[in-house]
Structure formats: C-alpha cells, structure tokens
C-alpha cells in the first residue's frame, strides 16, 4: 500500500525544552493520523528526549543528516547507528542546505544513502534544482543526475526503504511555492526513473514527497497533484497549528481517495 508521508524539518531550531514542549502541545492531535506516516526531525540534541515522548505512538523518528562512516576521526559528526540508538528510523540525507552551503557533492551523499540502508535507517533522500538551472531549462537533468547517483546503491529489495524529497531550492525557505504543475512535472519524471530501475510496481508505491515552503495555505493544492505522495516541511513544521492542520490536510486527502 503506498505510505503518504508528512515530516517536519526542524533544521536548526529548537533546543531540548522547546521540543518537549512542542511535541507535547501536538502529540495528541497527531497519533490521530491513521493512514499517514508523521516524521519529526529535530536536531541532533533534541532526537533521544523527542524519542522519549513519540515511543509509544505511531509518529516516526528522523534525523537530519548523518556520516557515511560507522566510526573514525570526523569532530562534529554523527553515525547512522547513533541515530538508531537514539530512536531514529530515517534520516534526511542530500538536503540542499548540505549540498549547497556545506558543499555536500552527489557521491558524498551516494555514500551516506548506501550506509544509512545497511544500518537499517530509511533515507530520505532529497533533490532538487537551484534558480539559475530552472531558468536555463535544466530542472529535469539536476534532478535525474542527483536521482541517478544516489540510487545508483539502491537495490530492488532496499528501494522499498527509501523515500525521494523533491525540493527545489528556489522554493526552500523563501514563501516562493512551486506550483502543483512544476512540482508534478518533477514527480513524474522521478516516478518514471524508478519506474525504469526498480519496475513500475515498486516504484508506484514509492513515496514522493514535495518540499520548499509548503503551508496549511498551499497544502490542499499540492497534495492532490499527480505523484505527491506528502510533505517534507521545514518552516512550518516548527508552528504547533501549522504542521497539524498540513497533517490534517493530507490525512483527509488520503482518507477520501481510499472511499
Ligand atoms: P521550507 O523548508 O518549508 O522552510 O521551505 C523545506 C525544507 O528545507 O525541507
């Protein structure tokens, strides 16, 4: 059955008592979602005490980015099996924010998706144009290469653990909104990539998740577009009645596609 997905990015916001207080001012509006999965990224310092308040409930761990090593000599970052042990079942990988400010390159990120797997962490794995290339016509090629390199790891039997964030940068934090057609067209196209690698029944169940300034406003519209499968939310994810009511909204969606 296809998994429709809503998952807050928190990036670097909120320390250890906001998020209690958070999840705790949301958590009972939230394990009412039946058919789609919540995914809250907190920050590193946030996960195990955000873990402690979800564990019991149907609302999934992730962690923001992780190493593509077990272990070593690399001050300030993080393993795939820490984020386990702290309760973590995915992990945002490829973010632009990553690529783009900490020069983050396809293999770099290839490498992580293949370790997060081999861990047991779903990955999250995010792609997506910059203004210039949208511009110059180039959107579907960025968004094949990045597609491309990272799956280029992902066998048919760990496809099915895996989860595409289609994020233009452009979109991502600015209030600029990519419209149902433009987020579709990439949808599509990454559907049909799948499609080709992994066969179209895997790929079909596959979730497609949008991101880059997504609000309860736009939502509604988004969501019903062909090959939106939920949400990856950074801004909004960190307002209580935001992120609920865009929860709400693609549960309801689910819900009455399914009638
Ligand atoms: P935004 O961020 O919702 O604030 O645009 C999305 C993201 O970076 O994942």
Same mark, same amino acid.
């Given at each position: 059955?296809?998994?429709?997905? #809503?998952?807050?990015?928190?990036?670097m916001?909120?320390?250890?008592?906001?998020?209690?207080?958070?999840?705790?001012?949301?958590?009972d509006?939230?394990?009412?979602?039946?058919?789609?999965?919540?995914?809250?990224?907190p920050?590193?310092?946030?996960?195990?005490?955000?873990?402690?308040?979800?564990?019991?409930t149907?609302?999934?761990?992730?962690?923001?980015?992780?190493?593509?090593?077990?272990?070593?000599?690399?001050?300030?970052e993080?393993?795939?099996?820490?984020?386990l042990?702290?309760?973590?079942?995915y992990?945002?990988?490829?973010?632009?924010?990553?690529?783009?400010?900490?020069?983050?390159?396809?293999?770099?990120?290839?490498?992580?998706?293949?370790?997060?797997?081999?861990?047991?962490?779903k990955?999250?794995?995010? #792609?997506?144009?910059?203004?210039?290339?949208?511009?110059?016509?180039?959107?579907?090629?960025?968004?094949?290469?990045?597609?491309?390199?990272?799956?280029? @790891?992902?066998?048919?039997?760990?496809?099915?653990?895996?989860?595409?964030?289609?994020?233009?940068?452009?979109?991502?934090?600015?209030?600029?909104?990519?419209?149902?057609?433009?987020?579709s067209?990439?949808?599509?196209?990454?559907?049909?990539?799948?499609?080709?690698?992994?066969?179209?029944e895997?790929?079909? #169940?596959?979730?497609?998740?949008?991101?880059?300034?997504?609000?309860?406003?736009?939502?509604?519209?988004?969501i019903?577009?062909?090959?939106?499968?939920?949400?990856?939310i950074?801004?909004?994810?960190?307002?209580?009645?935001?992120?609920?009511?865009?929860a709400?909204? @693609?549960?309801?969606? @689910?819900?009455?596609?399914?009638?």
């Amino acid at each position: 059955m296809k998994q429709y997905i #809503v998952a807050g990015n928190w990036k670097m916001h909120k320390d250890i008592p906001e998020s209690r207080i958070f999840v705790s001012n949301i958590l009972d509006k939230l394990i009412k979602q039946q058919r789609s999965t919540i995914i809250l990224c907190p920050p590193f310092t946030a996960l195990f005490n955000v873990y402690e308040l979800i564990r019991n409930t149907s609302i999934a761990l992730g962690g923001q980015n992780m190493h593509s090593e077990p272990k070593g000599a690399f001050t300030g970052e993080i393993s795939g099996e820490m984020l386990l042990s702290a309760g973590c079942q995915y992990v945002i990988l490829g973010h632009s924010e990553r690529r783009h400010i900490f020069g983050e390159t396809d293999d770099f990120i290839r490498d992580k998706v293949k370790r997060a797997l081999q861990v047991g962490l779903k990955p999250i794995i995010c #792609v997506g144009e910059k203004l210039n290339e949208r511009q110059s016509g180039e959107t579907l090629d960025v968004v094949r290469r990045q597609c491309d390199s990272a799956l280029s @790891v992902v066998n048919e039997q760990e496809i099915g653990h895996c989860v595409i964030a289609y994020e233009p940068v452009w979109a991502i934090g600015t209030g600029v909104v990519a419209t149902p057609q433009q987020a579709s067209e990439a949808h599509s196209m990454i559907r049909k990539l799948l499609s080709a690698k992994y066969g179209a029944e895997n790929a079909e #169940v596959i979730p497609i998740l949008y991101g880059g300034s997504v609000k309860s406003s736009n939502a509604a519209s988004l969501i019903q577009a062909q090959d939106i499968d939920g949400f990856l939310i950074g801004g909004a994810s960190l307002i209580e009645d935001e992120f609920v009511r865009i929860a709400e909204i @693609v549960e309801d969606y @689910v819900k009455q596609r399914e009638l």
